[in-house]
């Protein structure tokens, strides 16, 4: 059989692309993915939003998206950096970023993702942090076999030249803050290595 499009990939950030595409208003015109990468999750959101935007501050991650999106009219891919690209305020009715925010600093980017969003919409944040108590031990350590059970059977990869770094805020740390910029916030810890944070604009 013909293989037509690149060889899809699975890793622990597509893991949460489910949830993330569940929390698309139906209504969803524009929607907005911050630190897109290689545009996997944009090309999905387009089944839910009549209009999708990919950014990202890498050009070869911007370049590799735009080459696997030709001919797409309905995303549009932006290189530059999220805290000072021209993105219209209150031009999203969902907005959402995975395993990006930890490059940037959290406060501001997620009150410009907050900034970014139409009343009525909807923000998914979904990110790394470290350890710092014993429950935040307590529950990777807990999680460890079934993470690397996971990996190994759905043969987890990263996309060649995607920019990654370590996280610096703590689980606690990143909740305290979430919940001062979005109240009401829904904050939750994932066993695949990851908090969400889910957050409707009133
Ligand atoms: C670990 S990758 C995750 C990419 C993608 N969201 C995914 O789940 O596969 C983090 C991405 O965030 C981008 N990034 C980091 N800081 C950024 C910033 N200030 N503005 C825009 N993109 C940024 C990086 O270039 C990188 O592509």
Redesign the pocket.
């Known amino acids: 059989m013909r293989r037509t499009g690149p060889k899809p990939y699975w890793n622990t950030?597509v893991a949460r692309h489910a949830g993330i595409l569940r929390a698309v208003p139906e209504w969803c015109g524009d929607a907005l993915?911050?630190?897109?990468?290689?545009g996997?999750?944009a090309r999905k959101l387009t089944g839910r939003a009549k209009r999708v935007t990919g950014?990202?501050?890498?050009p070869a991650?911007i370049a590799r998206a735009r080459e696997l999106s030709a001919g797409r009219p309905e995303l549009t891919f932006v290189e530059?950096?999220?805290?000072t690209a021209a993105l219209p305020v209150e031009g999203y009715d969902f907005v959402c970023?995975?395993?990006?925010i930890h490059?940037?600093d959290f406060d501001p980017a997620l009150t410009r993702m907050r900034e970014l969003l139409r009343p009525g919409g909807t923000l998914v944040v979904v990110g790394l942090a470290r350890e710092a108590s014993a429950a935040d031990w307590a529950a990777t350590i807990a999680a460890a076999p079934v993470v690397r059970i996971v990996k190994v059977l759905r043969r987890a990869r990263e996309?060649e030249g995607?920019?990654?770094t370590g996280p610096r805020m703590s689980y606690g740390q990143v909740r305290a803050a979430a919940r001062r910029s979005l109240p009401g916030v829904r904050y939750r810890r994932h066993v695949l290595r990851r908090y969400s944070l889910t957050w409707t604009k009133p």
């Open positions: 950030n993915d911050v630190g897109c990468g290689d996997l999750l950014l990202d501050r890498s991650m530059g950096d999220f805290l970023s995975v395993s990006a490059h940037m996309p995607m920019p990654v």
